[in-house]
């Protein structure tokens, strides 16, 4: 019987990540095993989230990230989260870059669009003001509209 744990589902070679001049990752290296459960485990501003923001090509980068036998360094995030990949950030949950209708629909990604968008729609009538702020950027919403 084969070993679960064998196939390797996502490899980081070589990854440097950075935020203008600063450097926060510097030459990883790790691979996850295609089943299972991993962690990312460290102190504060040891560079777990900018680890998981480099996987999903949301920051600057250098090295190589492939998932499965597919080399997805270059590819844009969207691509990447369409293999099975996302980044979800902590605190309030969204991608404050995003308009609040993209943050929905990111979140329901796997889901068919029939489903989403009645569901997307039934929201609206819980929080009319979530409908009100579809177009706004999810970042300029307050912390409690956020939440929503």
């Known amino acids: 019987v084969d070993d679960v744990f064998d196939e390797v589902g996502l490899k980081v070679e070589d990854l440097h990540a950075s935020y203008g001049a600063v450097e926060v990752l510097r030459g990883l290296n790790f691979e996850v095993a295609a089943k299972g459960v991993s962690v990312i485990l460290g102190a504060n501003g040891a560079g777990k989230t900018t680890t998981l923001r480099?996987?999903?090509?949301?920051?600057?980068?250098?090295?190589?990230?492939t998932l499965g036998e597919e080399d997805i360094t270059r590819m844009g995030t969207a691509e990447i989260v369409r293999r099975g990949v996302a980044h979800v950030p902590q605190g309030r949950g969204t991608f404050p870059e995003l308009?609040?209708?993209?943050?929905?629909?990111?979140?329901?990604?796997?889901?068919?669009?029939?489903?989403?968008?009645?569901?997307?729609?039934?929201?609206?009538?819980?929080?009319?003001?979530?409908?009100?702020?579809?177009?706004?950027?999810?970042?300029?919403?307050?912390g409690g509209e956020q939440q929503m």
Do not use: H
């Open 54 to 65: 480099a996987i999903c090509n949301m920051c600057s980068t250098s090295g190589k990230v």
């Open 99 to 142: 308009s609040t209708m993209d943050n929905l629909m990111i979140g329901a990604y796997t889901r068919k669009d029939g489903e989403v968008r009645d569901d997307v729609e039934r929201w609206f009538e819980i929080f009319p003001r979530l409908a009100e702020r579809q177009d706004q950027l999810a970042g300029s919403l307050s």
